[in-house]
């Protein structure tokens, strides 16, 4: 699949269609800053007909509700939406009247449906339209009309993809499409037909690309402490996830469930399904009992969840995966694809254009193996929380108002929200009159939202949204603080707790989150309730699993658990973490190498019980023999200046003899530890800080309401002998001796320790044990002060440690002292 001309071609699609669908507006005189009077009858000296003057008041209506900008992104949207699910339709002959659209059979951008439009059979066609257009040759005025009608006629059997057309939409369909230099001819010629073909996923790729400039919106306004909408939600987190991975999670949670229960399909082609490792007796003995549960289970009894579907690219895969089960059962595709549909899956998500997209995937899938399906009877179990929206004001009293109240911030709360329904609801629902705030389409989405969530489900499997909480708005953030308390620090943790809350007790769940779940201190109270779910399997991936993210930040991870506990189960592990990049990651997890089994009890025994599968038990022995650092010496953070450009220097741009600042007789500036790049034993002695009469300026620097800017803390280790270490690195852990003098900035933490014990803890803490210690208490970018003071320590006193530490500090000293960035430099070695 060609990414980057798919990547290309959405991105000038978007800006294409917004300018189209803009200068359409402006050609009926409504504009963002005009008058826009809904009563005009002509416009530009034109008498509008009575269609366009309807059409023309809905899209004033639309702006004043949703402003000018929204709307005209919404137009560009809706046709974007339509133009390639038409292509996709087209390229693999799944159009009713198997007539290209856009293209001939060659894949020359020139439409089919004009060339041969004489005999053009599509439901609602005006032929004598058709003919009096060709016969005036109004080739764009005839185009225009036949993707309208056909839209509308796809209409009765997609019905959540191509809404009937009419309205302020249509009033601003696109003009000159049938230029070369077209949006359509752009689709057309700079994709190749072969990525459309039988390849759904194409849509996902393209939604994602055509998010492109919103989302780098979202995170430019993220830098300037604006936080993320309910509107810009979809935008920030929406993120396509790779096939490989797809095909992992879907086929070790809902392929395990039926290959427990009935053995693997002999014709399905699993290629990511691993094996479950070697149990002891008694595990085995409870796994029996839960795959006898399994056994009772049938093709159209499963049910399996996307609570965050996207654009529905796990969806498409677990319907391949259940045309596996169904047909080893017997079922034939055709009759499979129905049942698959209505029965077995479910999805949501709080954007609806996601969720249009979703719901298109699906149903391409459906007719891959069903010709017929497309029928409005055959529809599947999704919904979206955007068609709930502006119901806060509703008319309706009662339980029924306690009902749809809950649904309020449903487009900010998505799947993560708990329903509850009051008695009678149906019978409430059938009685039910539309009322101000509140119409018959918006209480049934709420009923079908309620139904989805409500229910338990065999297989739960998604890529949730990753959002940090400094990026969440209000209104969500109290949400997932008061109902998430353990897991609020991002959505993605909020989410494998509700995952746990929708599966089954004997189902299976599925996700690809990132990976600080299994490590930071901020998550220990979730890793303690997740432990009433075994881990049956993981693919660790790490940094740059996905191709599109790029940097050391996103670290990921993809797991599948258990609904319940089963004691001492040994699970199954893949470390990917030190492989880079996308293919070459899948191209590993293949390979059968990287695998650790490990039991979840063992975790408990390393401080903080991070998920470190792969130590050794000698590993884990340290820790139970050994004493805590922190109760041995003292790791902790140094101040925060909240100004750095204000408080703190380069050495040499300190008017003063570099004598007077190694002897501390300047009374302003000191030297300061602020972390730098990896080193050990000796260095990165760079700036100085003002630290006159003990830091009064920084201790008291306050905003203009008088309120503490900077963090003054631990003040008391501050000039004094220590360690220091650099506390956010992409390297590995580098701990250095700090002379008396020094004030340690946040980023350059402290270990305060006596003197006669220092050396050796020195020597310990660059050792590449510790280094060992550190990849499982702190494998992200950052060495918090909680994960150094839990790094163990066997204190035994020794002359030969300490010469020896101390000759690496004054090798290291030297080392650093050869170069004009240290303030003894006299110099360089090779002069």
Known sequence: ????????????????????????????????????????????????TAAERSQRAQLIARIQAKGFAQTMEEAAYTWFNRFIALRFMEVNNYLPSHIRIFSDESGEFKPEVLTDAVNLEIDGLDKALVLELLENQENERLYQYIIITQCNALNEGLPEMFERIGGWTELLFPKNLLREDSVIAHMV??????????????????????????????????????????????????????????????????????????????????????????????????????????REIQPEQIRIIDPCMGSGHILVYAFDVLMDIYTACGWSERDAAVSILRNNLYGLDIDRRAYQLAYFAVMMKARQYNRRILRGENQPNLANFADVMGVEDSMVSGSLRQFVKQFQFADTYGSLMTVTAPAGLDEMVAAFRPTFGLDVAQLKAMVKLYQILSQKYDVVCTNPPYMGSSGMNAVLSDYVKKNYPDSKSDLFACFMEKCGQLVKRNGLYAMITQHAWMFLSSYEKLREKLKMNSIVDMAHLGARAFDEIGGEVVQTTAFVSCGRRVADFKGTYVRLVDIVGEWEKEAEYRSGNHRYTAKQENFSKIPGSPVAYWVSENFVRAFENGIPLDKFASPKQGIKTADKDRFLRFWHEIDFLRTSLMKNNVQKWFPCNKGGQFRKWYGNNEYVVNWENNGYEICNFRDENGKLKSRPQNLQYMLKEGLTYTNISSSTFGVRYSPPGYVYDAAGSLIYIEKDKLLYVLGLLASNVVLAFTKVLSPTMSFEVGQISSIPLIYVPSKSIDEIVKENIDLSKKDWDSFETSWDFERHPLV
Request: net charge negative; no cysteine; hydrophobic share 35%.
């Open 1 to 48: 699949m060609n990414k980057n001309a798919i990547k290309n071609f959405a991105i000038s699609a978007r800006v294409t269609l917004i300018q189209a669908v803009t200068q359409k507006a402006f050609e009926y005189e409504v504009t963002a800053d005009g008058k826009n009077d809904p009563s005009q009858e002509s416009v530009n000296g034109k008498l509008l």
């Open 189 to 294: 010629e700079d994709i190749p037909e072969a990525d459309w073909q039988d390849q759904v996923q194409i849509i996902g790729w393209l939604y994602q690309y055509y998010n492109t400039e919103p989302k780098d919106k979202v995170f430019a306004n993220l830098k300037k402490n604006v936080k993320i909408s309910a509107a810009d939600i979809p935008a920030a987190t929406q993120l396509f996830t790779p096939d490989w991975i797809v095909r992992y999670m879907v086929e070790n949670s809902l392929g395990r469930l039926w290959t427990e229960g009935h053995g693997k399909p002999e014709h399905a082609d699993w290629k990511y399904y691993l094996e479950e490792a070697e149990q002891e007796d008694t595990v085995r003995a409870e796994l029996k009992q839960l795959r006898e549960a399994y």
